[in-house]
Nanobody, 122 residues
Framework: QVQLVESGGGLVQAGGSLRLSCAASGKVFSVHAWSWYRQAPGKQRELVASITSGVYTNHADSVKGRFTISRDNAENTVALQMNSLKAEDTAVYYC????????????????WGQGTQVTVSS
């Protein structure tokens, strides 16, 4: 079994910062890629940022220059540093990971965290 557990959400004023973290536990052989998604009320879930097993990162245009994704391979964790937060960043943020539970790439599966609420007051 593999679990993703997020932490770090909360309420912050516009212009403030929050740091989200997500940890993978259980039968984790390696994490191929991490992503953060978010879903605001009445809207579809959207990709916020992703990072591969190397150093390649991708950030949505709406968060470029404000959010930074990073990973710790030794700890099987990912973080999302969010600065200069805006009211429109209010959403439930979900951690996502492609995780191998064995040596074979055939063991790769997509996993989701339970979500953490981020609320930015204007």
């Amino acid at each position: 079994q593999v679990q993703l557990v997020e932490s770090g959400g909360g309420l912050v004023q516009a212009g403030g910062s929050l740091r989200l973290s997500c940890a993978a536990s259980g039968k984790v052989f390696s994490v191929h890629a991490w992503s953060w998604y978010r879903q605001a009320p009445g809207k579809q879930r959207e990709l916020v940022a992703s990072i591969t097993s190397g150093v390649y990162t991708n950030h949505a245009d709406s968060v470029k220059g404000r959010f930074t994704i990073s990973r710790d391979n030794a700890e099987n964790t990912v973080a999302l540093q969010m600065n200069s937060l805006k009211a429109e960043d209010t959403a439930v943020y979900y951690c996502n990971a492609v995780i191998l539970t064995g040596v074979s790439t055939g063991t790769a599966r997509n996993y989701w965290g339970q979500g953490t609420q981020v609320t930015v007051s204007s």
